[in-house]
Nanobody, 118 residues
Framework: QVQLVESGGGLVQPGGSLTLSCAAS????????MGWYRQAPGKQREWVAS???????SYANSVKGRFTISRDNAKNTVFLQMSSLEPEDTAVYYC????????????WGQGIQVTVSS
């Protein structure tokens, strides 16, 4: 059964750093594009970053230069390295897997809280 499990969230002070991990129990993990999304209270879920199966990253303008997405295909894991964190980054962060051969085949993690506050 496909499952995505995020970890590494928590409380961090403004200007600090945090790294999120997403462990995916997916057969042929390398055939999926991966991404991170976030949703703050009272706001719509927004795209944060994506990475292709080959490791090519893309970022939302709000996090460009501060966040880095990466993946380890041998371990079926995707990472989101976050630095220079701001209170505006506070949200529940979700991991997403998308099959490029089956457009409707998408999987989501349960989400993990990231709180940036002093």
């Amino acid at each position: 059964q496909v499952q995505l499990v995020e970890s590494g969230g928590g409380l961090v002070q403004p200007g600090g750093s945090l790294t999120l991990s997403c462990a995916a129990s997916i057969i042929r993990f390398g055939d999926y594009a991966m991404g991170w999304y976030r949703q703050a209270p009272g706001k719509q879920r927004e795209w944060v970053a994506s990475i292709t199966s080959g490791g090519n990253p893309s970022y939302a303008n709000s996090v460009k230069g501060r966040f880095t997405i990466s993946r380890d295909n041998a371990k079926n894991t995707v990472f989101l390295q976050m630095s220079s964190l701001e209170p505006e980054d506070t949200a529940v962060y979700y991991c997403k897997a998308q099959s490029l051969t089956s457009p409707i085949t998408n999987y989501w993690g349960q989400g993990i809280q990231v709180t940036v506050s002093s």
